[in-house]
Structure formats: structure tokens, C-alpha cells
């Protein structure tokens, strides 16, 4: 089963209006998560790395303002796109490690009408 | 700049055929490298990883490393239309997670 859990799933919002989705380590602890973007038929980027009790580290050319990271527990973070516009739209993904292996949440498909 | 690369594909192999894709770095350093699938419209989940020089087989999947030459490779054994995925190669240059880079993926497609 899955052991990184990410919702919602699917998530349709309105232009100007907040999106948060979750991300939950399952069965272990993660003191630190990773939240990225992937645009139609291209590889995955790194948006930023998200800290247990810390403030989140920002990859160049993402807005820290506009996708605030939230990583209140050891299995829980949460990315917010606020003020989502349609150029938002896009599959976000979570990643949680356990030991070496890397593990994905379902991903969100958010889409900015 | 740290890289990862990939020939993009598509990869079309017939059914029951061998499939291989390749996977390049830039860094010496590298520690640990990983293979993952991406089904369309889905998350990428882990096939194989690797830490040493040479081969690690699981049932129909072998991954090959050589770090003097810096590729990595996933070879899948007879060949499945559910094979066809994009995948995805991910090298880990340091102990810190955030050090993990995917490259571009190779779109593989089965054909029955």
C-alpha cells in the first residue's frame, strides 16, 4: 500500500482563490518533504523542500509568498497555492523518504479556471 | 550544474522483446541512483535502486550501474504492453535528500 498520501487528488478552483493540498507520511516519520511540479509530457522540478519545524527551503525562481509550505508534524505538510491563476495549473507532487528510498504521494491535479 | 540524461523516446520494443533505457550523469560523486515509473497522469513509483557497480536483478527488471563510465541502466525482461510507461532516472549526488535529480524520462511503449 501507499505509505505517502496526498490529497485531494483532483482539485478544480477559480482564479484568485487558494488551493491547499496535504501530504502525509504513512507509517514513518519524515522530517523533511519535497514538493514538486510537473508540466505535461515534461520531467519533474523541484519546487522546495519542506522542514519539520522550520521554514522551508525555495528552489530558484519559485515564489515563497505565492506556494507557502507548512510542516507542522513529522508526517504532515501541506503546500498552498494562493492566489492560483491559470499558468498554476499543473500536477504537484509530494515526496516523503524512508531510509534511502524515496516515496511519492498520489499526486494533486490542480487545474485554475 | 548537476545532470541527469535521457533519451526522451519514445522506446517501442514488441512484446516479449528486451527493453533497455539509459540513464548518464555528471557527477562522479554520485551515491545512489534509482529507477522509477510514471504512468500517465500518475505519480512516479520506485522499481529499483542501486548502489554499487555492476548488476541487481528483481524478477523481470535488472539494473545495471557503472560509475567509472557514469551511466546507469534498467533493462525489463520480456516486455509488457503494462511496461509502457515513461521512466524515470534519479541520482542521489549526497546524503541529503534534496540532492536527488531526476532526469527527463524515457516514454517507453510496448506494442502487443
Known amino acids: 500500500g501507499a505509505v505517502v498520501s496526498q490529497h485531494p487528488s483532483r482539485v478544480i478552483c477559480k482564479s484568485g482563490t487558494s488551493v491547499k493540498i496535504e501530504c502525509r507520511s504513512l507509517?514513518?516519520?519524515?522530517?523533511?518533504m519535497f514538493w514538486y511540479r510537473q508540466f505535461p509530457k515534461q520531467s519533474l522540478m523541484l519546487m522546495a523542500t519542506s522542514n519539520e519545524g522550520s521554514k522551508a527551503t525555495y528552489e530558484q525562481g519559485v515564489e515563497k509568498d505565492k506556494f507557502l509550505i507548512n510542516h507542522a508534524s513529522l508526517t504532515l505538510s501541506t503546500l498552498t497555492v494562493t492566489s492560483a491563476h491559470p499558468e498554476d495549473s499543473s500536477f504537484y507532487i509530494c515526496r516523503a523518504d524512508r531510509g534511502a528510498e524515496a516515496f511519492f504521494g498520489q499526486g494533486t491535479r490542480l487545474t485554475v479556471v | 550544474q548537476k545532470e541527469v540524461e535521457q533519451n526522451s523516446g519514445p522506446l517501442s520494443v514488441p512484446e516479449g522483446a528486451i527493453a533497455s533505457l539509459n540513464c548518464t550523469y555528471s557527477?562522479?560523486?554520485?551515491?545512489?541512483f534509482f529507477w522509477y515509473r510514471q504512468y500517465s497522469g500518475k505519480s512516479p513509483e520506485l522499481i529499483m535502486f542501486i548502489y554499487s557497480n555492476g548488476d541487481k536483478e528483481d524478477g523481470r527488471f535488472t539494473a545495471q550501474l557503472n560509475k567509472a563510465s557514469q551511466y546507469v541502466s534498467l533493462l525489463i525482461r520480456d516486455s509488457q504492453p503494462s511496461d509502457s510507461a515513461t521512466y524515470l532516472c534519479a541520482v542521489n549526488w549526497g546524503e541529503a535528500g534534496n540532492m536527488l535529480t531526476f532526469g527527463g524520462g524515457t516514454r517507453l511503449m510496448v506494442k502487443p
Open positions: 557527477d562522479r560523486g554520485s551515491q545512489s
Open positions: 507509517d514513518f516519520q519524515a522530517t523533511t
